[in-house]
């Protein structure tokens, strides 16, 4: 398969028009397959247009999984959802920003009813059966177990919301993991109004407890840039990926906590965080002529964040977050080891500008 | 007040007359008794280090051999005792003989005077005892290049090798009169006799055993095989640490006009310096502020500045344990790339900072120093002088290839005629049930053994 725009086209309506779960997992290796050979695409400079194919694909399979399972549960006898519901999706995926290989990071919001119990027990089944269908097309279960079939985060508009202002309640460290989780969630499928819903009244709870933003902090930069002091890399110095650096952990997730941080105290409420940079300009939190810098280090992650590849394992796409600065030609070297230092002076404007925050 | 100290004054010339009125010869006798005495707590100190290994060895490898690690090294002291006094003490400080120069002769089966003798100022038994404690930490060191995979057998047959010949050649070049004694050479207590003769050892039997099980990948690059109990780790650093002014301060042999103290002060710096340098530069390189790296570099300022603590000033106590905790950073890195397992990282905390404590000796050494001590004379930059350096450098290489060549050829043939190495199934049950039958945790162990 050549990887031109009328490829992606055709694939999208192809997973459209699978009816069964076979059809989408071949699909799905083909997918895999075609991408596999082109990483030389990954080091252009369209690299956010192969980000938004690859996640539209990636959607598209999502979604049409749900239509599947809805269908299904129809015919297994167990109907149509009772009520209205939101497929949320967190993580990456909310954010737009899935790898080739990204896992599970769901919720479900239903309608409140009179029958909770009831309803909570089909969209629990429902869930669960998305989630087993996508383990089939090769998505791995969240480690973390943010899932759309897990108690916590399959519930009501009304318990989310108790959910919700438990956790600004609390800011205990996990609330606030949670939050921040939250944070990037999108509507995959269903009816958006819930999710919208839901939205505001998170947005609600933080306006009325600003402080909340100072605990956020700490999660935000808990991950260090791997860069040291001598502006070398910090490897990995044993095992299967020793002398490679940890593109995810090390620089990917860094940038996009500290985005998200920016946009939670600023209001911006999208959770690309290639749009949340656009929108923090516009917003004047963030100097208009580091744009370009910003951008290209965004960039640049989410290309090598594709370059560190997958595996296989047991039937899975498992994404590899490890990747051996070998592998970079010299002038992607240079430019890592500047957006590293790049974001690690955002880190510490997150941090300086908290305490203005305090101040004022 | 006054009045309270003459009383005082008083009852202590009535309890000890003899310091109150002591002639010549009873000041004689105090002397030797204290030096004595000082050598007898410096040998207990030394022999007390050998906890240290135990907590060391075992803290840095896995639970499957724990009681292992910690019985041996008991073991190979006990039997290290005997075959000292056997031959080793002989061949180190024996005077006789016509090779003199290469190799020591007489005093086998020791057999010591029950008391001090005429001209000496203090029993030869406890000089014994002393040298025997470095001999045994010698040893210990060694078997940091056996650990988690080396026969029981291997031990014994090493430790008679070892103890009554190798070290006591080496011991001999340096302090027993021999030809590096001849040339100056300078190693006051034991940089290049024991921490590298140990790590040259341990070097030739991690070479001979090769790797243990799950270090290397196939591609060749290394795994990190935790040790057990870091605190175990720590502890054992303390241990040693402590043991170490025996070590140093006690290699004084005497208590003399208190240089004893200067020794133990310069050992102090360099060790601190080794720890502080150590962390601070796995922090910057690797990005974290690596605790093992961290102890190595304590052990390393102490290795390091073994050879040199009597022969330099306070502020190169501090350079050279400073260098030596960076240099076990990255000596640590170097043998991992080389495809060395070092399970306790001997090769580079006795070795390469045995080799730099040494040479630092001919940089640093002062001539004021080397006059009082009365070995060999200033390093480079106190003198200008080229001399000393090439000295400990001569040292270095002869000491560590002669160490090198006798145990190939001891560990070589061992391999060849017995085996050095266990099965790759004992191995992986571990040494505590494969070599003594029952584990060093048995609640801990038994469990998995029986799942």
């Known amino acids: 398969m050549v990887l031109d725009v009328e490829t992606f086209v055709k694939l999208k309506q192809n997973i459209h028009n699978a009816d069964q779960f076979i059809q989408l997992r071949s699909l799905r290796d083909q997918f895999q397959l075609s991408i596999q050979h082109n990483e030389q695409i990954f080091h252009k400079d369209s690299i956010s247009t192969w980000n938004v194919h690859i996640n539209e694909v990636h959607d598209a399979f999502i979604t049409r999984t749900i239509e599947l399972t809805e269908i299904r549960m129809v015919g297994e006898g167990q109907g149509p959802p009772p009520t209205a519901y939101s497929y949320l999706l967190l993580g990456s995926a909310g954010r737009h920003e899935q790898t080739m290989a990204s896992d599970q990071d769901s919720a479900l919001i239903f309608e409140n009813e009179d029958n909770l119990e009831e309803i909570k027990e089909y969209f629990k089944l429902f869930a669960s059966k998305i989630v087993a269908n996508l383990i089939e097309l090769g998505y791995p279960p969240c480690d973390g177990k943010v899932q759309s079939n897990e108690d916590l985060w399959c519930q009501s508009v009304e318990e989310w919301k108790k959910k919700l202002e438990a956790w600004y309640e609390d800011a205990s460290w996990e609330s606030i993991r949670y939050l921040l989780i939250v944070a990037d969630a999108r509507c995959i499928y269903g009816n958006d109004s819930l999710f919208l819903e839901v939205k505001a009244f998170y947005r609600e709870c933080l306006a009325a407890r600003p402080y909340i933003l100072e605990r956020m902090i700490e999660n935000t930069v808990q991950h260090k840039m791997l860069l040291g002091v001598f502006g070398q890399f910090i490897t990995d110095r044993y095992g299967e990926y020793m002398g490679s650096i940890d593109v995810k952990y090390g620089a990917y997730i860094p940038l996009v906590n500290c985005f998200r941080w920016l946009a939670l105290s600023e209001g911006v409420t999208t959770t690309s965080t290639l749009e949340r940079i656009e929108q923090l300009m516009q917003a004047g939190v963030l100097p208009e002529q580091e744009l370009i810098a910003y951008r290209d280090a965004f960039e640049q992650m989410l290309s090598l964040r594709l370059m560190a590849g997958y595996e296989y394992v047991d039937g899975m796409y498992e994404g590899v977050s490890k990747l051996n600065p070998k592998r970079l030609e010299a002038d992607e070297i240079k430019r890592l080891k500047k957006n590293l230092k790049l974001g690690r002076d955002l880190q510490r404007l997150v941090m300086k500008r908290y305490a203005r925050r305090r101040t004022v | ?451």
């Open chain 2, 1 to 451: 007040m006054v009045k309270k100290t003459l009383l005082a004054l008083g009852l202590i010339s009535m309890i000890f007359p003899l310091a109150a009125y002591a002639s010549e010869a009873d000041l004689a006798n105090l002397t030797i008794g204290l030096d004595s005495l000082w050598i007898m707590l410096a040998f207990i100190l030394v022999l007390l280090m050998q906890g240290g290994f135990i907590l060391l060895e075992a803290g840095s490898t896995r639970m499957k051999n724990a009681g292992h690690v910690a019985g041996k090294t008991i073991f190979t002291v006990a039997l290290a005792a005997l075959v000292y006094w056997a031959v080793g003490y002989g061949v180190a400080f024996g005077s006789g003989g016509g090779l003199n120069a290469f190799i020591g002769w007489g005093e086998f089966f020791f057999n010591p005077a029950t008391e001090v003798l005429e001209g000496e100022s203090f029993p030869s038994a406890v000089f014994f005892l002393f040298q025997l404690a470095f001999a045994a930490i010698s040893l210990s060191i060694a078997w940091g290049g056996f650990a988690e995979r080396a026969k029981l057998g291997s031990y014994i047959v090493f430790t008679l090798f070892y103890v009554s010949f190798i070290y006591p050649v080496v011991a001999h070049w340096i302090w027993g009169g021999g030809w590096l004694a001849d040339h100056g050479a300078q190693d006051f207590a034991g940089s290049t006799v024991v921490h590298l003769s140990g790590a040259v050892a341990a070097l030739v039997a991690t070479i001979l055993l090769k790797p243990r099980i799950g270090k290397f990948n196939k591609d060749g690059s290394p795994n990190e095989i935790l040790g057990h109990n870091q605190v175990y780790t720590a502890l054992s650093v303390l241990l040693l640490w402590v043991g170490w002014f025996g070590f140093n301060a006690g290699s004084t042999v005497a208590i003399g006009d208190g240089f004893f103290a200067y020794v133990g002060f310069t050992t102090m710096l360099a060790a601190g310096a080794g720890g502080v340098a150590a962390l601070l530069i796995s922090w910057a390189v690797s990005g974290k502020a690596d605790i093992t790296t961290m102890l190595n570099g304590v052990l390393a300022g102490l290795v390091a500045i073994t050879a040199s603590c009597a022969f330099v000033d306070p502020w190169a106590a501090v350079v050279i344990g400073l260098i030596a905790g960076v240099l076990v950073f990255y000596s640590v890195k170097m043998f991992e790339k080389l495809k060395v397992d070092d399970p306790i990282y001997a090769l580079s905390v006795h070795g390469m900072a045995g080799i730099w404590g040494t040479i630092a000796n001919g940089i640093f050494a002062t001539q004021a120093l080397a006059d009082k001590v009365g070995v060999g004379q200033g390093g480079l930059i106190d003198t200008g002088s080229f001399k000393q350096l090439w000295v400990q450098i001569e040292s270095v290489v002869f000491a560590g290839v002669f160490v090198a060549i006798a145990s190939f050829i001891v560990l070589g043939i061992m391999k060849a005629v017995m085996g050095f190495r266990v099965t790759e199934e004992q191995e992986i049950v571990g040494l505590d049930l494969s070599e003594h039958g029952v584990y060093g945790y048995p609640e801990q162990l038994s469990k998995t053994e029986k799942a």
